[in-house]
Structure formats: structure tokens, C-alpha cells
């Protein structure tokens, strides 16, 4: 098996997804985002039985000459690298279409001047916006909500085009909502956890009715493998997801229920999305995913929000509790 690339490795799912890759016997190279204090982000956090079978690049995807160095001697390339954060796109738009588009536009041309064999492009179910119909499959419309989802928009029809043109054989991977181990409190359910965990009283959310459906991380990176796996996915857009919602409502006082009952939701203004850019249902269709290859989720959420919750139990001094994450 040839070297796989993953930009954004430093992240959430990227340094879970790194773990996966290594576990089934591939060679990984980890694209990391450069800095002075060579922090490798998550990666720095994953034992030595993994990393001594990683080979770290630090770069810059929005660097055309280094996202092709890294590339050098890889057979495929997972592309994860972006900024995810929707309230920060609000303020910051240049930073996400420079990151996302013109990150992705870098990656595609690396890889088809490299000729490499496989491209994976990460989308995000925010590409939909709130849903025309349910379950959401890869036909529903697309609709750019907020900056953040109105890149990965354009960087999905650029890695079509880049599939259309040059016969580049890309695949579109759109995960749903995931959570797990390692993310930031930039996402809904850390920030309930922790917030929890600390004690509070008073649990900070924004809206409490859209409804999500949350992938496990284990079960997202398990995806991106199993869709790397199958030929057949080559030029299509595939959804990860559990085709199962929950109201971040109905979410939050289950949590509660198993961490502090006597806390309660109190809504917290700088959290609201502005209306019309409030994705209000993410219901996910995986009739595909499952037709074109073996993937099937492999936890429920009730087994993953108690792994998630063991997870923040001993790493809580790692969140700015008191603070609001964007």
C-alpha cells in the first residue's frame, strides 16, 4: 500500500483519521499546520505506537509550493485542512475562501500535475443548508447559509471540476455533524460536557430546536477509509452519516440528565446564529455509503457520548469553559 497524505492531520477528525489509516497497515504522511513551537496539534497527543509509523510535514495549504512537496511520493491524499468555525466566518470571510477554496484548489492541482491515484476532498453537511426534504441525499440542493458552508461549497464543484476536466479521480466526502474525543468547544457537545463537568449552574447555548445527525469520530475516519477502499466511489459525492436525528434540545437534556440534573439551558444571544443562516434540520441520507462500500456506523450515540464524556472528564483543563468558543 503507497503513502497517504492527510492535510488538516493536526485537527479533530484528521488525527483520528491518521490513527485509523496507520491501525489498517497504511503509510501516512501528516500534513500539520506550520509553527515556530512545531506543535503538531492533536498529533502531539497520540502514543508512539502511531506516530513512530507517521511522517509530519508542516506547511501551509494555502502554500501551492509546499502542499506540493508534501505530496511528493504519495499514491492518495485525504484533504481535511479548513477553517470549520461558522460564527468566525461571520467576521472573517477572506481567511475562509483563501483557506477552503484556494487550499483546495492547491491540493487538486499538486495532485493532478503529481498524478496521484486517489483524491479524497472533505465536505461538510453545512453544504445543504436547512433541508428541502429528508433524509438529506447527495442530489438535495445545495445552500450556502453562512461564509464557512458557501466555500466548501466552491470547493466542492471545484474538485468536481478538477474530476469533469482532467478525469482527476476525486471523491467528495461529506460527513454529518461529528463529535468525539479531541474536539474544540467550538461544537455543541463538548460545550455542553464541559460546561457541565465544571459545575456550572447554567448551561450557555444558542439555539436549542435545529436537529443534527451526529457521526462518532471513529465512525467518520472509519468512513473516509472505507470509501478510499472502493473504486467505485471515484467521482461521486458520498454522505457519512447515521440517517438519525436529535434537537440540540433533546440532546442537552440527556446530557444533563447523566451529568448534573439540576443544571438548565439558559440562551445566550452571542450564540444565535442570525435566522436565516441557522441551519435548523441536518438528517442525512447513507443509502450510497452503504451500496458502494462496507462502512455501516459501528457506534450508537449513546456509546459515543459516553466515550466522549470519559474523554473531557480527564482532559477538562484543556477547555476555556467560561469563555464562548467560535
Known sequence: MGKILVTGSDGFIGSHLVEELVIEGYEVKAFVYYNSFNTWGWLDTLPLSIMDHVEVFSGDIRDPHGVKEAMKGCEAVFHLAALIAIPFSYHSPDAYVDTNIKGTLNVLQAAKELELDRVLVTSTSEVYGTAQYVPIDEKHPYQGQSPYSATKIGADRLAESFYRSFGLPVTIVRPFNTYGPRQSARAVIPTIITQL????????????????????????????????????????????????????????????????????????????????????????????????????????????????????????????VDLYNM
Open 197 to 320: 463537568l465544571a459545575g456550572k449552574e447554567e448551561i450557555k447555548l444558542g439555539s436549542l430546536t435545529p436537529t443534527r445527525d451526529f457521526n462518532f469520530v471513529k465512525d467518520t475516519a472509519n468512513g473516509f477509509v472505507e470509501i478510499y477502499k472502493s473504486d467505485k466511489t471515484i467521482g461521486e459525492e458520498i454522505n457519512i452519516s447515521t440517517q438519525k436525528e436529535i434537537s440540540i434540545g433533546e440532546l442537552a437534556n440527556e446530557l444533563i440528565s447523566q451529568i448534573n440534573p439540576n443544571a438548565r439551558i439558559v440562551c445566550d444571544e452571542q450564540r444565535l446564529r442570525p435566522e436565516k443562516s441557522e441551519v435548523n434540520r441536518l438528517l442525512g441520507a447513507n443509502r450510497k455509503i452503504r451500496e458502494l462500500t462496507a462502512w455501516k456506523p459501528r457506534y450508537t450515540l449513546e456509546q459515543g457520548l459516553e466515550e466522549t464524556i470519559e474523554y473531557l472528564k480527564k482532559n477538562i483543563n484543556r477547555y476555556k
